[in-house]
């Protein structure tokens, strides 16, 4: 079984949720799975990022921004690797470019077209965990492409599609989907479970929960999401076809 976490910038924001993390991807280890855990940058990292960049050059080339950008999420990979260190487990960390996700060139929001290597999969059977980086790729000209803001999640699922994963996980910081933002939102409705286009009209409507590539990729391979919470351990909401609902 291959199994496909994806986990958001505040699950991983600072050392106890990067251990809590690690623990999450050791459990499905343990458990026998082959894990790929795709990893955002901590916290408001890419926010201040950015800030960091405009005080120098408000209007940086694209190309530069992308390749600066992209190291928010090279920390949060390697941290996670040396707390599974730490804890016993042997992974691997691989950048957008060392496993091979081919975009096209548009700087900043970029799109993913394909998985063009099979380090991931090498690795895999080497007995590694292997923790990708979100939000980023490489292109043609072999320069480091982003994906937009939030596209942490089309990495995950581009992942699972590319290397038929059995199972996609979103760990976020709330227990799944709302009709609302939980967050501000007492009277907030959890969904068990919701369609592709539910979740794009959502989306569309300004939910971002996820990243609205993600779903579009979801929907195009047939991959069923669940989108779930990396502090509780609730179950999350499941986003899939109206038909594959029923298996
Ligand atoms: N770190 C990027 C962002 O803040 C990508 C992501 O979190 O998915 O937008
Ligand atoms: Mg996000």
């Not at 707390?83 to 992974?91: H, Q, R, T, W």
């Not at 592709?196 to 047939?222: C, F, N, P, T």
């Amino acid at each position: 079984m291959l199994i496909v976490q994806k986990f958001g910038g505040t699950s991983v924001a600072n050392r106890e949720r990067i251990f809590a993390v690690a623990r999450l991807i050791a459990q499905a280890a343990k458990m026998g799975a082959q894990v790929v855990a795709v990893v955002s940058a901590q916290g408001d990292m890419t926010d201040e990022l950015i800030e960091r960049a405009i005080a120098i050059n408000p209007r940086a080339s694209a190309r530069e921004m992308d390749a600066y950008l992209a190291t928010g999420e090279q920390m949060s990979v390697g941290l996670l690797a040396m707390a599974l260190e730490k804890l016993g487990y042997s992974a691997v960390t691989l950048t957008g470019w060392q496993a091979g996700l081919e975009t096209d060139s548009v700087y900043g929001n970029a799109r993913i077209l394909r998985l063009g290597s099979d380090r991931i999969v090498r690795e895999l059977e080497g007995g590694k965990i292997v923790l990708v980086t979100g939000f980023q790729g490489w292109n043609e000209a072999g320069d480091i492409t982003t994906l937009g803001r939030g596209g942490s999640d089309t990495t995950a699922v581009a992942l699972a599609a590319f290397l038929h994963a059995d199972l996609c996980k979103i760990y976020t910081d709330v227990d799944g989907v709302y009709d609302c933002d939980p967050r501000n939102n007492p009277n907030a409705m959890k969904f068990d479970w919701l369609s592709y286009e539910k979740m794009r009209r959502l989306i569309a409507g300004g939910a971002q929960v996820l990243h609205d590539r993600s779903v579009e990729m979801a929907q195009q391979h047939g991959i069923a999401i669940e989108v779930l919470s990396s502090f509780t351990g609730n179950p999350g909401t499941i986003v899939c076809s109206e038909t594959r609902r029923g298996d």
